[in-house]
């Protein structure tokens, strides 16, 4: 079964740092697009970036260039999203989901991961 | 331009049809995704390429496009397709590989 796990729930404290993950199951991860989106609650989708685990090229929106960075490690079909500095605005459901480069959709969506930041 | 506009809020009678719709300049070039999304899940293709859906979606869905509109069609909707929907595509404009729609919320009454 093709599947994305993420990361459970985070709680943080605005200037801490975080580091959520994706994990790819059930089909070749180093073929395929993996990207970030947030949520904001009660908002809409906002893509975040995108990262091809297989040589590890990543893509940012200009809105989070330089506010977050996306790595992934293929040997254990994983990819991340961090942060160095919390900020409460920051809160937020992030969802991870594979992308098909032949026409751009995203086909599978992991379950999503909420940060919370408060202080 | 790098934007898709979805129109915020449909609504649609149970069992009637009910079209959704997603503009943009890059929906020239490029064919819309179009994502289902209910409250407290995470978002799920509906539809892709030119008129595509993934296995599991009911026939119910289906898409176009004409110049720099893409189309969600649901005919005969159903109290379950009540749920937040969004469009995305390619940017023409190859600064951002990725663009989305701000969503349409989709009630049936």
């Known amino acids: 079964e093709v599947q994305l796990v993420q990361s459970g729930a985070e709680v943080k404290k605005p200037g801490e740092s975080l580091k959520i993950s994706c994990k790819g199951s059930?089909?070749?991860?180093?073929?395929?697009?993996i990207g970030w989106v947030r949520q904001m609650p009660g908002k809409g989708l906002e893509w975040m970036g995108i990262i091809y685990p297989g040589d590890s090229d990543t893509r940012y929106s200009p809105s989070f260039q330089g506010q977050v960075t996306i790595s992934a490690d293929k040997s254990i079909s994983t990819a991340y999203l961090q942060w160095s500095s919390l900020k409460a605005s920051d809160t937020a459901m992030y969802y991870c989901?594979?992308?098909?480069?032949?026409?751009?959709?995203?086909?599978?969506w992991g379950q999503g991961t909420m940060v919370t930041v408060s202080s | 331009s790098s934007e898709l506009t979805q129109d915020p809020a449909v609504s649609v009678a149970l069992g009637q049809t009910v079209r959704i719709t997603c503009q943009g300049d890059s929906l020239r070039s490029y064919y819309a995704s179009w994502y289902q999304q209910k409250p407290g899940q995470a978002p799920v293709l509906v539809i892709y390429g030119k008129n595509n859906r993934p296995s599991g979606i009911p026939d119910r869905f289906s898409g176009s496009s004409s110049g720099n509109t893409a189309s969600l069609t649901i005919t005969g909707a159903q109290a379950e397709d009540e749920a937040d929907y969004y469009c995305t595509s390619r940017d023409s404009s190859g600064n951002h590989p990725v663009i989305f729609g701000g969503g349409t919320k989709l009630t049936v009454l």
């Open positions: 989901a594979r992308r098909i480069a032949a026409d751009g959709r995203f086909d599978m």
């Open positions: 059930g089909y070749s991860f180093t073929s395929y697009w």
